[in-house]
């Protein structure tokens, strides 16, 4: 199969919305966006939080400071986009369970609220959101296809599952372009590693490059399906500017599986620092573990002729090598 | 199969709050709690819009006066409860997609701030959820048993289903237990004939005693599963009292399908007055008709030893005797 790389023709000139565009993957996808050449927008609640992000992109990004619920200015932001990726919010399963309404208030108000802005500012407009692998059953047979129960045992994953019904749902009443992409654990540069809840090869990374111990919960068999960022900036892009992908649901991933023990592993071996200790499984951690996952990707290769290009071994050789190039990621 | 009753040893001298304790259910649920001897508690946002239930039950009820939201009223309603029963809430699909914001705060963040005030101040308790027939995918074949695809075309449908979410993480992660019982259309006394967005039964009986027209959209063959309140009331304080029931989920319906057109014939029948004129389907109502729906009601028969009781036309013929004996009611 020949892979597809986003188009030019499909941004120059077009507008983009990124909320949270100072998060991980939004810091990831707003240069990928100015180099084809879209007018992009960022709506955050505050910045620079990475100056060279800012200063790289500045000339060609507009500014929009304001809570995902401050509905004032979403209705600035929204106003005349074609693409809005929504990557605002909060995230994180046992934080949520801590903080159920903080969540829900970010999470489901948040996206009501920008649904809202689109349909009166934005009718046109595409807007991808990031669901997430957490909306499924836990312990489901690997791989683990778009049909596949749904059975959310987190409040996040619980949000990400009623933010879907809210795009099909809006999709039927106003005419909304949606496309749903459940992803799975992304990785990369650019994610901050004291996001402990976000992602944890970041986090494994940035212990090993310190010379650290990397401490994997219980025997660490449990499998997962790690994505490099690079290929999920170009999976939103290409769903943002595929028609036929309207209205669909996607899983998001690398497609492989590999246990935490043994990216633990690779991470010491790549990095040549750092040491892997397995210690008891957390209460928090343990109520939200849904035992092994990884997803079944043939829906969305066949659909945007997309695939995964990094492998994780050079993925997490890059993410190291721009640690230890960046003193501020160093403990 | 023998039917079992609500036993009078699981309700006297126990204490139940009943949430939205005024509205439709409540005020035919509190009148069997007291007479089974529970002491009953009402939270409601006003009262009393039925003088004639107040006064009833008063000497054994006690009321809270707040807002579903308002978490200082909640912890003292809930403090040291044996059930809970949460009949608040904002009810309609139509309604909930003009205004999901609101939908939102009433029935989710409701909800979790329920559940937050029963894991601190009344832990053993159980709460009974009326989820809704509304979280299943539209047009499925009939009946509909609690194992089928859901996928709610409206927010209330979508805030029914992460609010079951929400029971199951909460009984995950702190024990709490619950039952969910997805309901198909209650009917009965109580209804207030003004809620259009509740109960299609009462409209149209409110319709045709008054002698005027009852309006059935398009040739009105979609089939729906009417059950009377009373079964409702007798399976919530079952599934509430029966330890097997905790964390389950059960359809709660008559299991008979009947066609709306029929429903509007029976009733003209019934009452002598009124006739029945076919209109198109408003776009609002068009936009979240279901298609038929009938429930698969085996799994609470077996499990609760329940069954329904009350034929359509016997629920219907009493409800028109009451209307004429309450003027109130009449236009």
Known sequence: MDVKSTSEAAYRGRVALVTGGFGFI???????????????????????????????VQPQVRFFKGDIRDEAVLQDAVEGCDYVFH??????ASTSNESPIEDLDVNCRGLLSLLDAMRTGAPEAVIVFPS?????????????AETSPT??????GAHKLVAESYLRIFGRHHGLKSVVLRMTNP??????????????????????????T?????????????????????????????????????????????????LASLIVQVAGTGKVEHVPWPDSE??????????????????????????????????????????????
């Open 87 to 92: 990557l605002a919010g909060k995230s994180g």
């Open 214 to 262: 990397i401490r994997v919960f219980g025997r660490g068999e449990q499998l997962r399906d790690y994505i490099h960022v690079d290929d999920v900036v170009e999976a939103i892009m290409l769903a943002a500017s595929s028609p036929s992908a309207s209205g669909a649901t996607y899983n998001l991933g690398s497609g492989t599986p590999t246990s935490l023990a043994d």
């Open 132 to 144: 997430s692998r957490l909306v499924y059953a836990p312990n489901l047979p690997v791989p683990v």
């Open 26 to 56: 939004g810091s990831n996808l707003v240069p990928r966006l100015a180099e084809l050449g879209a007018e992009v927008r960022i709506m955050a609640r505050s910045w620079p939080p990475q100056a060279d992000l800012g200063e790289a």
């Open 286 to 331: 343990a109520s939200v573990e849904t035992g092994d996952f990884c997803a079944d990707i043939s829906r969305i290769k066949e659909a945007l002729t997309w695939a995964p290009r990094v492998e994780l071994r050079d993925g997490v050789r890059d993410v190291i090598s721009r640690v230890h190039r960046s003193p501020r990621l160093r403990g």
């Open 187 to 212: 990785y990369g540069p650019h994610q901050r590693p004291e996001q402990h809840s976000y992602g944890v090869i970041n986090q494994f990374i940035y212990e090993a490059v310190n010379g650290r």
């Open 151 to 156: 059975m959310p045992i987190s409040i996040y």
